[in-house]
C-alpha cells in the first residue's frame, strides 16, 4: 500500500522519471487492488468441490514456479473461482488467479488440462508480462512517458493506436505463455501430451478455430505447438525432472 500511494497519481511526484517509477512493485500494487475489487463483483468458491480441485492444482504449480522464479515465492498468491461465464481464467501480476467454473465446465477440461489453462496465466504474471507490456508501450509511444501511472493503463487498454502498436507484443506473450506454461506444468508432474490436450478442447470450443489476431494466435495454432512442444518433450526425456517440491 505503501508503494501505491508513493507512485500513484495524486502522490507527490519521483520528479519526471516515469519510467523509473515503473517498476514490478507497482504493478503488483495495482493488480492486488483491481483484483479486490474484481472479487468484490463475483460469487466467488460458491462450488467448494470445484474451488478445492482448482487450488490443489494451483497449489501444485504455484510451489514449482516459486521454486522456477524466485521473485513469486514472496508473492501473495491468491486462488478463487466463480461461476461467471464472461469470465475464463487469469493470474494478474503478483499470482492473483480467478478461475470461471463455466469455462472449465464449458471445454470439460480434466485436471492436466485445468494445469495447462492455469500454467499459461501463471506464466503471464511470473514472467512480468504486464510490466513488459507497458514498458513496451513506452518505448513505442514515448507521449506516455511522464505521465501517470493510470494515464498509461487506461491507454494499453482503451487508446485504439497503441493497442495496434502492442499487438505483435501482446502476441508474442501468448504464445511465451503457451510454451512456458507447458513447461512448467510439465516440471510440475503431468505429462506433456495431457497438457497439449487443453489445446485441443480449447480449439474444439472455438467458434474461429483457425483465425488469428494481430495479438493473438488462433487455436489451431496454439494447439499445434503445444503437440509440437509435448512431442519434443516426450522424445527427449523420459521423465520431468523429479526433484521434491517443498
Ligand atoms: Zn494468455
Excluded at 68 to 97: F, L, R
Aim: proline residues 6%; hydrophobic residues 45%.
Amino acid at each position: 500500500m505503501l508503494v501505491l500511494l508513493a507512485l500513484l497519481p495524486g502522490a507527490p511526484a519521483a520528479g519526471s522519471a516515469q519510467d523509473a517509477a515503473l517498476t514490478q512493485q507497482l504493478i503488483i500494487a495495482r493488480a492486488a487492488q483491481v483484483y479486490a475489487a474484481r472479487l468484490d463483483e463475483h460469487v466467488l468458491d460458491g462450488d467448494a468441490r470445484f474451488a478445492a480441485r482448482v487450488n490443489a492444482v494451483a497449489a501444485t504449480l504455484i510451489a514449482r514456479a516459486r521454486r522456477d522464479y524466485p521473485d513469486t515465492a514472496s508473492w501473495a498468491w491468491e486462488v478463487h473461482t466463480t461461476n461467471d461465464p464472461d469470465q475464463n481464467a487469469d493470474c494478474m501480476a503478483g499470482g492473483k488467479i480467478l478461475v470461471s467454473q463455466a469455462y472449465v465446465q464449458r471445454l470439460e477440461l480434466g485436471d492436466a488440462e485445468l494445469a495447462m489453462l492455469l500454467a499459461h496465466e501463471i506464466e503471464h504474471a511470473a514472467l512480468h508480462h504486464n510490466l513488459k507490456e507497458y514498458e513496451q508501450a513506452l518505448k513505442l509511444a514515448p507521449r506516455w512517458a511522464g505521465r501517470p501511472f493510470m494515464e498509461l493503463e487506461h491507454a494499453v487498454d482503451h487508446d485504439s493506436e497503441l493497442i495496434d502498436q502492442l499487438a505483435p507484443t501482446n502476441y508474442a506473450q501468448e504464445v511465451e505463455a503457451d510454451r512456458e506454461g507447458m513447461l512448467l506444468a510439465w516440471r510440475a508432474g503431468w505429462p506433456a501430451a495431457q497438457l497439449a490436450d487443453y489445446f485441443k478442447k480449447m480449439y474444439r470450443g472455438s467458434v474461429h478455430p483457425r483465425r488469428s489476431k494481430p495479438d493473438y494466435p488462433s487455436p489451431q495454432l496454439r494447439w499445434q505447438a503445444a503437440r509440437e512442444l509435448a512431442a519434443t518433450l516426450q522424445k527427449n526425456y523420459v521423465q520431468a525432472p523429479t526433484e521434491p517440491l517443498h
